[in-house]
């Protein structure tokens, strides 16, 4: 079992910065593959960044490449986001997610959620 707690959501205009943090809770953390989606009001939940076990493998939406960056670091049970050059199209509840057996593509895929952090970008 694999708990997960986001944080570092925020307001911030256009065109600024966050990194979001998703600590996770459990020793197997570092067996997997994890990733970042978002969810916007009436909208499905979209997979934003991937990142497998030894974080040398990572993969965007066509939406985020060359802006955001995902990363983990193994030792301290944590998942991070970097977001750059936000958008107004960014604006979503964005959530971690683990995947226990694969390289996870949908979310149905991953076996464990957070509960998300709100992320609002204004024009």
């Known amino acids: 079992q694999v708990q997960l707690v986001e944080s570092g959501g925020g307001l911030v205009q256009a065109g600024g910065s966050l990194r979001l943090s998703c600590a996770a809770s459990?020793?197997?953390?570092?067996?997997?593959?994890m990733g970042w989606f978002r969810q916007a009001p009436g909208k499905e939940r979209e997979l934003v960044a991937t990142?497998?076990?030894?974080?040398?493998?990572?993969d965007y939406a066509d939406s985020v490449k060359g802006r955001f960056t995902i990363s983990r670091d193994n030792a301290k049970n944590t998942l991070y986001l970097q977001m750059n050059s936000l958008k107004p199209e960014d604006t979503a509840v964005y959530y971690c997610a683990a995947d226990r057996e694969g390289w996870g593509r949908q979310t149905y895929d991953y076996d464990y959620w957070g509960q998300g952090t709100q992320v609002t970008v204004s024009s």
């Open positions: 990142i497998n076990w030894t974080g040398g493998r990572t």
């Open positions: 459990g020793r197997t953390f570092s067996s997997y593959t």
